[in-house]
């Protein structure tokens, strides 16, 4: 059975700080996503990462996929109280179903 | 606005009872998930079709069924409910069968009273 491990479950920080959130498995994945929940709505995607040691910017938020394809890491730099959310990863694993991280619940105080 | 339609946003019903939820997929998208999700266990894939035929399972319940028409919209039922299946239930659907980014819908929170 392939499983996704996020880390940490929580994270509450203050305007302006920087963080990095980690996903990670045992298992290879073929592709690997980010998404961005908010209370009452369902999640949206972020980014796809799909070679080994690809790196993806989008704006404040860094992506990086690791090596072997088993974990990636989420960094924001200068986080700004509209970055508060629920935070998921999610593989694409060998049977085609996409297999999602427990999520990383972060709060950006001002 | 991700594309991906649910009916209904709300639901309340007593234990013993059955609902169905309903899902419309994006345009032209023939893949349709459901997944559950609920504070305790994190978004749990529940099943799969793919162009009106079941193509995978998860962590389904026997007491819960689901099926893809024709015109591909999908309904989720679920029956004999328990307190423990209150949970934002989410439909998404994506293009394809394998490997492809799927899109979510706005999820049908429902409450087993």
């Known amino acids: 059975t392939q499983l996704l491990e996020q880390s940490p479950q929580f994270l509450s920080i203050q305007e302006g700080e920087n963080l990095t959130v980690y996903c990670n498995s045992s298992?290879?994945?073929?592709?690997l996503q980010w998404y961005r929940q908010e209370p009452g709505e369902g999640p949206v995607l972020l980014v796809t990462?799909?070679?080994?040691?690809e790196v993806k910017k989008l704006k404040r938020l860094t992506f990086q996929f690791g090596d072997a394809r088993k974990d990636s890491s989420l960094h924001i730099t200068a986080a700004q109280p509209g970055d508060t959310g629920l935070y998921l990863c999610?593989?694409?694993?060998?049977?085609?179903?996409?297999?999602f991280g427990q999520g990383t619940t972060l709060q950006v105080k001002p | 606005d991700s594309g991906v339609t649910q009916t209904p946003k709300h639901l309340i019903t007593a234990t013993g009872q059955r609902v169905t939820l309903r899902c419309s997929p994006r345009?032209?998208?023939?893949?349709v998930y459901w997944y559950q999700q609920s504070l305790d266990q994190g978004l749990q894939f529940l099943i799969q079709?793919?162009?009106?035929?079941?193509?995978a399972k998860g962590n389904i319940l026997e007491r819960f069924s689901a099926q893809q028409f024709p015109d591909l919209h999908s309904e989720l039922n679920l029956s004999s409910l328990e307190l423990g299946d209150s949970a934002l239930y989410f439909c998404?659907?994506?293009?394809?069968?394998?490997?492809?980014?799927?899109?979510f819908g706005e999820g049908s929170w429902l409450t087993v009273v």
């Open positions: 998404a659907s994506s293009v394809a069968l394998l490997g492809n980014t799927i899109y």
């Open positions: 298992s290879v994945f073929s592709s």
């Open positions: 990462v799909v070679t080994g040691g």
């Open positions: 999610a593989g694409s694993g060998n049977t085609g179903k996409l297999i």
């Open positions: 345009s032209g998208d023939l893949s």
């Open positions: 079709y793919y162009n009106g035929e079941e193509r």
